[in-house]
Antibody, heavy 119, light 112 residues
Framework: VQVVESGGGLVQPGGSLRLSCEAS????????MGWVRQAPGKGLEWVAN????????VYEGSVKGRFSVSRDNAKNSLYLEMNSLRAEDTAVYYC?????????????WGQGTLVAVSS | DVVMTQSPLSLPVTLGQPASISCTSS???????????LNWFQQRPGQSPRRLIY???NRDSGVPDRFSGSGSGTDFTLQISRVEAEDVGVYYC?????????FGQGTKLEIK
């Protein structure tokens, strides 16, 4: 099982960025997937989750309306579209597989991609 | 939102000695299916988090048996029977019973 994030970088406040996560080693279309972030020197914060077929999405309050999670099961890929970025969105963003029904929680994590929001 | 509170936040431990981390939730984590979705993660310095325990007391594959989880309702504990040097890092509890998922603040384990 492997998940690999990409797409991080430096962006100005108010700007946009799209993160990608490519999964391998498991049947991607059967699992909930999620994004978790970690601000520099801080703890973990859950950001969003998406159902296996993409029909249900859940967001943390501070990103609701600004971030959008999506997936392409044909490409084994997860995405996080981030708009209206703020300084407080600066963090390492991790893509993670959710064990799903029967064992909710993240069992495999990527290495993370750094998003820095600054002028 | 469910608030997860860990203690202590800093845990100096002598090699070979046991260690214990407490995690308390602001409401019961028992889901309507009867399961309790309480997870424990380890984050070693410079690494991604790794799940150690799911559903309170189930060890993930490859996790040494010196790690154990216990608890019920709102009070949970992660125990390390004999701390080794590779256990240094930050430990987080996380509830998966309710949206939004929430993490504890983290407990930094260091060798005394």
């Amino acid at each position: 099982v492997q998940v690999v994030e990409s797409g991080g970088g430096l962006v100005q406040p108010g700007g946009s960025l799209r993160l990608s996560c490519e999964a391998s080693g498991f049947t991607f279309s059967r699992y909930w997937m999620g994004w978790v972030r970690q601000a520099p020197g801080k703890g973990l914060e859950w950001v969003a989750n998406i159902k296996p077929d993409g029909s249900d999405k859940v967001y943390e309050g501070s990103v609701k309306g600004r971030f959008s999670v999506s997936r392409d099961n044909a490409k084994n890929s997860l995405y996080l579209e981030m708009n209206s970025l703020r300084a407080e969105d600066t963090a390492v963003y991790y893509c993670a597989r959710d064990s799903g029904s029967g064992a909710w929680g993240f069992d495999y994590w990527g290495q993370g991609t750094l998003v820095a929001v600054s002028s | 939102d469910v608030v997860m509170t860990q203690s202590p936040l800093s845990l100096p431990v002598t090699l070979g000695q046991p260690a214990s981390i407490s995690c308390t939730s602001s409401q019961s984590l028992v889901y309507k299916d009867g399961n309790t979705y309480l997870n424990w993660f380890q984050q070693r310095p410079g690494q991604s988090p790794r799940r150690l325990i799911y559903k309170v007391s189930n060890r993930d594959s490859g996790v040494p048996d010196r790690f154990s989880g216990s608890g019920s309702g709102t009070d949970f504990t992660l125990q390390i029977s004999r701390v080794e040097a590779e256990d240094v890092g930050v430990y987080y509890c996380m509830q998966g019973t309710y949206w939004p998922y929430t993490f504890g603040q983290g407990t930094k384990l260091e060798i005394k």
